[in-house]
């Protein structure tokens, strides 16, 4: 019997504000349920956009983990499981870890990743108010699909979902906020599919919109087949996840057992 998933991806503009946050992740919590959606998952910095003078930090310590707590509550009143990113205090006062938290729809976090791989590039430097996550994310049993995690800029980074691939993930989300620019757009759905084809797994961005955000959340299937997508405008894209899907392609295109193991690690 198939193990299958909906996933609801929450293409947003996000708010400087928490609590504009929690409205909207509220409304769309709903909108998923509505659809029959056993996952919402919410872009990177959902918690609230970052600004000069409210950096995550600050975020972080004003709020106290009452963003967290209440979106616990969402997915329980829902019965949905949330996927968000935002932002966690860390041992040094300037510097937050950028978090995505996964909550059950009994309330209960099943996951949680710090993202790896800061963004110091393009003239932005992420270091400077954010600490690197310092664990592998982790693959947990979502409906009974397999679900791993990535963050943003992590998506250059292919040894990271070689890894998750090889935990037994056969979806991986990608909770971004990915910005417009020169070729930015081609690069995010290049790499997403990529991931995707060469890991024979489902790949699912979810990304930020707005004047600095690109949007074009997508999911793609384990053959690099686009299942569901948006454009630039806010959305909440619907898209299935098909375990059997996974086998069939693996089994077509074995290429998870052909890696030379006895010389790549």
């Not at 409906?143 to 070689?162: N, T």
């Amino acid at each position: 019997m198939d193990a299958e998933l909906s996933v609801a991806l929450a293409q947003v503009g996000g708010d400087v504000r928490p609590a504009k946050n929690l409205a909207t992740a509220g409304r769309l919590a709903r909108q998923a349920a509505a659809g029959g959606a056993g996952l919402l998952v919410l872009p990177e910095m959902f918690m609230a956009r970052p600004t000069a003078d409210n950096p995550p930090a600050k975020v972080a310590a004003a709020d106290g983990g009452r963003f967290w707590s209440s979106l616990a509550q969402i997915a329980v009143e829902n019965r949905v499981f949330v996927a968000a990113g935002g932002w966690e205090g860390s041992d040094l006062p300037d510097r937050a870890f950028n978090t995505v938290f996964t909550f059950s729809p009994h309330g209960r976090v099943v996951a949680a990743y710090r993202k790896l791989h800061l963004f110091d590039a393009l003239s932005v430097r992420e270091s400077a108010i954010l600490a690197p996550g310092e664990a592998l994310p982790p693959v947990i049993d979502v409906g009974g699909i397999r679900v791993g995690f990535a963050i943003c800029y992590d998506l250059r980074f292919p040894e990271l979902f070689r890894h998750l691939a090889v935990q037994g993930a056969q979806l991986v989300i990608v909770s971004a906020a990915w910005y417009q620019g020169a070729m930015k757009e081609d690069h995010w759905l290049t790499l997403l599919r990529a991931r995707a084809i060469e890991n024979t797994c489902y790949v699912a961005g979810c990304n930020l919109v707005g004047p600095a955000f690109c949007g074009r959340s997508t999911l793609f299937d384990p053959f690099g087949v686009p299942v569901a997508g948006a454009g630039e405008e806010p959305a909440l894209v619907f898209g299935r996840v098909s375990a059997m899907r996974v086998a069939a392609v693996r089994q077509k295109l074995p290429a998870l057992e052909h890696r030379r193991r006895d010389l790549l690690a």
